[in-house]
């Protein structure tokens, strides 16, 4: 799962000032109210001061940070689920995608996975056992390519299979093959699973498996994804990461509480 690395690091040092200026008199003075306020010898103290005390207590600037990136991750956050609520059919009701569970299932969780990551390949068998356990859950398995051409291979590969009716089969299949990427080993992996190789390599390319991508791509854009796996809890909550069986099913309680 690919980290985060906030814009507003690039802002440490104007942040650690906004804070101890807060800190300090109780609000932060606006430039236009600090510059008829203090005088030049003033302002010079106030630096002094804030050095000095960046000195002894280092931690200022450390809460600082964190208090930051605590409000840019629910910005991000709220943002994104925003996007969500904007684009609900397409999250949910998309012909791009294989639904796992009920398809009529009042609770929703859509997952954006890459195929060759290997963070999703270790949560297939929790996701089957959370299908299996919650009758009313409808998951949304949407494939992206993040991981470079070997992913965009791997990708058309499983849309070109549900074409024939197979994305669940030959998508566990290739997940599970450790062979290195090639059209050979997606050859091998098709027949293995009773599909027509042939067909399945020519539908790679075709227009209507590059649009099936690229809607999927899109919806990942417009909430700001940054790696898979990525879990999408109706549009309440959004976990990145490969999250644990445990913290999957505490996200459906709280969807399920939410209503």
């Given at each position: ?5 906030p814009s507003s690091i690039r802002h440490y040092a104007l942040a ?121 859950l409808k998951l949304v398995e949407k494939v992206i390519p993040v ?68 809607q999927n791509l899109d919806l990942a854009r417009s909430i700001d ?35």
């Amino acid at each position: 799962m690919k980290k985060l690395i906030p814009s507003s690091i690039r802002h440490y040092a104007l942040a650690g000032a906004s804070c101890l200026f807060l800190l300090g008199a109780g609000v932060a003075p606006s430039p236009a109210t600090a510059d008829t306020s203090f005088t030049p010898a003033q302002r010079a103290e106030i630096v002094s001061i804030m050095r000095n005390a960046l000195k002894t207590d280092p931690s200022i600037l450390s809460e600082a940070i964190t208090a930051l990136q605590t409000q840019a991750t629910a910005r991000k956050a709220s943002s994104a689920l925003d996007a969500v609520r904007r684009n609900h059919a397409q999250f949910g009701q998309s012909t791009t995608d294989v639904v796992l569970g009920n398809p009529q299932g009042k609770l929703e969780v859509v997952e954006f996975y890459d195929p060759r990551c290997p963070y999703c390949r270790k949560v297939l068998a929790d996701l089957d056992t959370l299908v299996a356990s919650e009758p009313d859950l409808k998951l949304v398995e949407k494939v992206i390519p993040v991981l470079g051409p070997n992913s965009v291979m791997d990708t058309q590969a499983i849309l070109a299979a549900s074409l024939q009716n197979a994305y669940v089969p030959f998508q566990k299949a290739l997940m599970a093959d450790a062979a290195s990427p090639s059209t050979d080993r997606i050859r091998r992996v098709a027949k293995k699973v009773g599909l027509d190789a042939d067909r399945l390599v020519t539908d790679m390319k075709s227009p209507k498996v590059t649009d099936m991508m690229r809607q999927n791509l899109d919806l990942a854009r417009s909430i700001d994804l940054e790696g898979t796996p990525t879990f999408v809890f109706g549009d309440k909550e959004i976990i990145p990461g490969a999250a644990s069986l445990d913290e999957l099913k505490a996200a459906l309680a709280r969807l399920r509480k939410a209503g």
